[in-house]
């Protein structure tokens, strides 16, 4: 039963909220996790989920991940994870494109997850899917 309230108190920080406080001080804009002044101002900030995803989209994400598990010839295919992703414009003699860049990695034969790889994805003209000619890239 002691081992029940630990864990309690352990998670307990976890659900807390944490608020952001606007105060003006000396006519400039002061932003703390305490209230600053008496007539602090408590902001609501919006969790925007495109930020998280770096405005890619879910589906697209997952088109590209399952593109690179296909084609990625790793040791554990089950291990496979998605470290980090970006959209990036990219140029070159042929022109520019749009590419979801992403930082990938599986675990190697010791059972152990080693450097991560790049990968990248073509996306089409509007960004919204993969291109083409992905298949030639890969």
Known sequence: MKYLGLVLTALLPLSSHAAIYKCIIDDVPTFSQTPCSPDAETLNIKDDKSAKSNGVSDELLKQCSDLALKTGGWRDPHS??????????????????????????????YGGYGDSKPFNCFLNHNGTGLSSVQHWVN
């Open 80 to 109: 496979f994870v998605v470290l980090s992703h970006e959209h990036q414009w990219r140029s070159d003699a042929s022109g520019a494109r749009q590419v979801l860049a992403m930082r990938v990695n599986a675990k190697n034969g």
